[in-house]
């Protein structure tokens, strides 16, 4: 099974909200990603978590705050945003052996309109 | 660093017929490539991917690719596209650098008229 699991699928939320993004997955994999994706455009990488840890953090604000509770989740809370915040936010794993490239197995995202 | 050139930012193709989605990479050794395909709002599924070994990938949905060292190339080709294929297609590179980063493209859109 490479299913990663998101909640909520469609998020509205006011510039002074604060709310969080959850993505789950239980095939074991200890690297986990959080992405960015505007229309019409690829996902950018926001942050990487390898065995619970941060590992990357690319330059993302700090109103995007991401924490790993545990191996299968990994969650994003946002507070703070601003309307050019609103994107499509994608969770990915992947095996998370360390020091070699994976496959990435992605989440169907959240789609996040900040109003 | 590595990048990705996706050159056609949309192909539309009739159904049934042969469709190639062409990819180029840059990057000074081995890159690991990747084809994703995105239905509209939903999360990226892989197609297939090349770490090493036989040059010709198969994947899932009857694609395949060809990886080609002195082109640096991974094309995507598919014999005969259905109307479920239209989607928009990313082709990424992976580099050892200690971190498992990828670098996408910046998709081709795939139209199918009947």
């Known amino acids: 099974d490479t299913e990663v699991t998101q909640t909520p699928k469609h998020l509205v939320m006011g510039m002074t909200n604060k709310k969080s993004l959850k993505c789950e997955q239980h095939?074991?994999?200890?690297?986990m990603y959080w992405y960015k994706q505007k229309a019409k455009k690829p996902p950018e990488l926001m942050f990487v978590?390898?065995?619970?840890?941060?590992?990357i953090n690319e330059s993302v604000p700090s109103r995007f705050s991401p924490e790993c509770p545990n191996s299968s989740l990994l969650n994003l809370h946002l507070h703070a945003l601003q309307p050019e915040d609103s994107a499509l936010y994608l969770c990915?794993?992947?095996?998370?052996?360390?020091?070699?490239?994976?496959?990435?197995?992605f989440g169907p995202g959240t789609r996040l309109l900040v109003l | 660093a590595q990048s990705v050139t996706q050159p056609d930012i949309h192909i539309t193709v009739s159904e049934g017929a042969s469709l190639e989605l062409r990819c180029n990479y840059s990057?000074?050794?081995?890159?690991?490539l990747f084809w994703y395909v995105q239905s509209p709002g939903q999360g990226l599924q892989l197609l297939l991917k090349?770490?090493?070994?036989?040059?010709l990938v198969q994947g899932i949905k009857g694609f395949e690719a060809e990886f080609k060292r002195s082109q640096s190339s991974f094309n995507l080709r598919k014999p005969s596209v259905h109307w479920s294929d239209a989607a928009e297609y990313f082709c990424?590179?992976?580099?050892?650098?200690?971190?498992?980063?990828?670098?996408f493209g910046t998709g081709t859109r795939l139209t199918i008229i009947p």
């Open positions: 990424a590179v992976g580099a050892n650098f200690g971190n498992e980063k990828l670098t």
């Open positions: 990915a794993s992947s095996q998370g052996w360390g020091g070699e490239v994976e496959t990435q197995y």
């Open positions: 090349y770490f090493s070994g036989d040059t």
């Open positions: 095939m074991g994999h200890r690297a």
């Open positions: 978590y390898s065995y619970e840890k941060l590992s």
């Open positions: 990057y000074g050794a081995t890159p690991y």
